[in-house]
């Protein structure tokens, strides 16, 4: 029997949720996603499959690690810190026959790089407490990511894929989509999840861009978005005040007006800022 055929042949999710007594915690920000033809449609996204090592945080019960091994995964590296799950895991991944590791962690403290050869993909119905937190850790260590399908909050994948002029575009925009390409997928409806949440969930998938394309070091990135965000409704002459001893000079110097706002401002303009922070050059090919 060959692991598709042996993964199918598990107990239904609902029963092992039972059977291991795995009531979704608050404190994990636990939603299990049970419907196998969501879990693959999510699996197939993050094609292919068949390359280095998957990657998959907060796998539960293990519906979407299931959903990816009949999709063809040759290597799953799950990570998980509930240890109540654990013994869901083991049985699926005895099933696995080698092509499922279960590491029993804090995601927030485990880097991607060492999980596994490359190409590295991080696939994931993210814990929602931690899910911004997760992904600006690994838009700073992209280098080590190919590519990266997630399940966020519906609010998150607004912002991540937000634009300049609108109530949603803000650090998170401009960090993702420096570093990646972001593009939403598809939604999913709080009925799918057990419990549901009180909130529609999307799909999103971030691919890094090449290496010459984005910063090597995201922290003066992090630092002027912080600035000009932390006082949104400020203009940039003076929400900017604590980052330059200058910031009318350092404006004007890139051709940017001290009394446009920080949404008012593009990607490009942030990393032409981050630029003058740090004192490197930031002439970056622009975005596609």
Same mark, same amino acid.
């Given at each position: ?33 049970? +419907? ?9 996204? #993050?094609?292919?499959? %068949? ?5 998959? =945080? ?46 029993? @962690?804090?995601?927030?403290?485990? +880097? ?17 407490? =931690? ?13 080590? =990511? ?14 991540? $894929?937000? $634009? ?39 799909? #999103? ?6 290496? %010459? ?12 978005? @912080? ?40 990607? @490009? %303009? ?19």
């Amino acid at each position: 029997m060959d692991v598709a055929a042996r993964v199918a042949a598990l107990a239904p999710l609902r029963e092992t949720i039972a059977k291991h007594g795995l009531d979704a915690r608050r404190r994990f920000g636990q939603h299990f996603l049970l +419907d196998l033809n969501l879990t693959r449609r999510i699996a197939r996204a #993050a094609a292919p499959l %068949d390359q280095g090592t998957i990657i998959e =945080i907060g796998p539960g019960p293990g519906g979407l690690t299931r959903a990816l091994l009949l999709e063809g995964a040759g290597r799953v590296v799950a990570v998980e810190v509930d240890p109540r799950a654990l013994a869901a895991l083991a049985e699926l991944e005895t099933a696995a026959d080698g092509r499922l590791k279960v590491i029993e @962690a804090d995601a927030l403290t485990v +880097d991607p790089a060492v999980l596994g050869t490359a190409p590295r993909r991080i696939v994931a119905n993210l814990p929602y407490n =931690i899910s911004t937190p997760l992904l600006v850790r690994w838009l700073q260590g992209a280098d080590a =990511i190919a590519d990266m399908v997630l399940m966020f909050q519906k609010e998150v994948v607004d912002r991540l $894929v937000a $634009v300049p002029r609108t109530k949603d575009y803000g650090r998170l925009s401009i960090l993702a989509q420096h570093v990646c390409e972001v593009r939403r997928l598809f939604d999913v409806p709080p009925s799918a999840f057990v419990p549901p949440p009180k909130v529609t969930s999307s799909v #999103a998938r971030l691919t890094p861009r090449p290496p %010459d394309q984005r910063l090597a070091d995201l922290a003066p990135l992090e630092k002027i978005t @912080a600035a000009a965000f932390g006082q949104r409704r400020k203009m940039l002459r003076g929400s900017l005040a604590g980052a330059f001893a200058d910031p009318v000079a350092v404006l004007e110097g890139l051709g940017l007006s001290p009394t446009a706002r920080a949404e008012e401002l593009s990607v @490009a %303009d942030f990393v032409r800022l981050a630029g003058a922070l740090s004192g490197l050059p930031s002439d970056l090919p622009a975005a596609p």
